[in-house]
């Protein structure tokens, strides 16, 4: 495109719309900060990397061939390579922001789904396999996945009803981490047969910085309203709107966000913080010791179940009235304000799609991984011992970081070798 065309392009938008989109970004470091503090203080620093690595890894495969796959035409289940290497994606508009600002948008979409789910590896994986983990991931479980619900896929042409990502963020970050929190109570390849390495459960512990996991629920909220709000890709009363119903209903309001009231959204929250209160009880049980269940971070039972549960609910509730205030969207509702009875079998549908993809998907890729020489994805013994920090970086948070400083001379007298 010419220079001339792109700048007459970039001319007719609005500021406001395009600034709206830029607060989301923060959520991703966010979630590596909270699942650090949940962590053990010998691997606060391990567990934090992965968001990191998530950051690195997205970025790259998304500018390459992850836009591409999600966003392009292609058929029901994946984009074409149209768009490779972001080829043709400038300012020409989406919505009411430019393709470009769209596409970094739905970027940190994806590397904040990322984040959560390597939360997976946290306390027992090694780093190592990670990221070629969230390349393969990326590329094989996100990107389609984000097609069919979001991109024209079969489920969007199917009639779910996900505004900001019941299916492919909620159900998608807890099924693929729980897949490999399975793999690694369950290995099945290099791992299973390592001397050195006893697949089994991780008792339990009491968060080792609960500042850090206050911070980062601060910062997470905050980029919430910014993902749901931004969701509509410009400034508008349903921005506003989507903000209000998402501050009230949380978890369970991202695939409903756009399309129930602020009353409708209080009742969410309240549902939503009961049925993931009782699914953290799980992990607690005999029989979750017995299955070598570990859900780091709570994963499974925040984002998994209150996925499930606000998709399914997003069935119940939505209203064609709210959707449309916009002026654009047409829906035609669900059951209660409604009357549409098919939309719920609709959404019981697209979750089951997503879990089983996103499940699948990744317990294959780790799989696959475990089964190359040197990305062994479970740690040995000793390093979950000593601590992932010791074992995977050669840092530490405390005082192990700090072993010999005191014969630090800043001229030279010291003995500290690096």
């Known amino acids: 495109m010419a220079t001339a065309a792109v700048a007459d392009q970039w001319a007719q938008y609005e500021l406001s719309h395009v600034c709206f989109i830029a607060f989301a970004w923060p959520i991703v470091p966010a979630v590596g900060l909270g699942y650090s503090g949940y962590s053990t203080r010998k691997s606060g620093l391990a567990s934090f990397l992965p968001a990191i690595l998530s950051i690195a890894g997205v970025t790259v495969q998304w500018w390459a061939v992850g836009y591409s796959l999600a966003y392009s035409e292609g058929n029901g289940f994946i984009g074409d390579l149209s768009n490779i290497f972001h080829k043709g994606v400038l300012a020409e508009p989406v919505g009411a922001i430019p393709a470009l600002l769209f596409s970094q948008f739905q970027l940190v979409f994806c590397a904040t789904v990322c984040a959560i789910s390597v939360g997976g590896f946290c306390e027992r994986g090694r780093l190592l396999p990670i990221l070629p983990f969230i390349i393969l991931w990326a590329t094989f479980v996100y990107c389609p996945l984000a097609h069919m619900v979001w991109g024209g896929g079969i489920l969007e042409e199917f009639g779910a009803l ?123 049980s005999k029989l979750a010791a017995r299955l070598r269940w570990v859900d780091n971070g709570d994963t499974f039972a925040t984002h998994c179940v209150g996925g499930f549960a606000g998709t399914l609910m997003t069935g119940l509730f939505a209203k064609k009235e709210v959707a449309a205030y916009d002026g654009a969207t047409e829906i035609v509702g669900g059951v209660v304000f409604d009357g549409n009875y098919a939309q719920v079998g609709i959404q019981a549908v697209e979750a089951l799609v997503g879990f089983t993809w996103a499940f699948v998907g990744s317990y294959i890729i780790i799989a696959l991984l475990d089964c190359i020489p040197g990305l062994e994805v479970l740690a040995t013994d000793k390093e979950v011992i000593d601590g992932m920090d010791a074992s995977q970086m050669d840092e530490s948070l405390y005082e192990a970081q700090w072993a010999g400083e005191s014969e630090y001379h800043p001229f030279g007298k010291g003995v500290i070798e690096i």
């Open 162 to 284: 996900d505004y900001a990502g019941g299916t492919p963020v909620h159900i998608c970050s807890g099924a693929s981490a729980t897949a490999i929190s399975v793999y690694l109570s369950w290995p099945q390849f290099r791992s299973k047969k390592s001397a050195t390495r006893t697949p089994q459960h991780l008792k339990l512990h009491r968060p080792h910085n609960s500042m850090s996991q206050l911070i980062a629920l601060i910062l997470i909220w905050g980029g919430w309203l910014a993902f749901d709000a931004g969701t509509t890709l410009e400034l508008n009363f349903k921005s506003i709107m989507t903000m209000y119903t998402t501050n009230l209903g949380l978890v369970l309001i991202t695939p409903s966000a756009g399309f129930i009231d602020v009353t409708t959204s209080f009742f969410f929250g309240i549902f939503g913080a009961l049925v993931c209160r009782q699914a953290l009880r799980f992990k607690s």
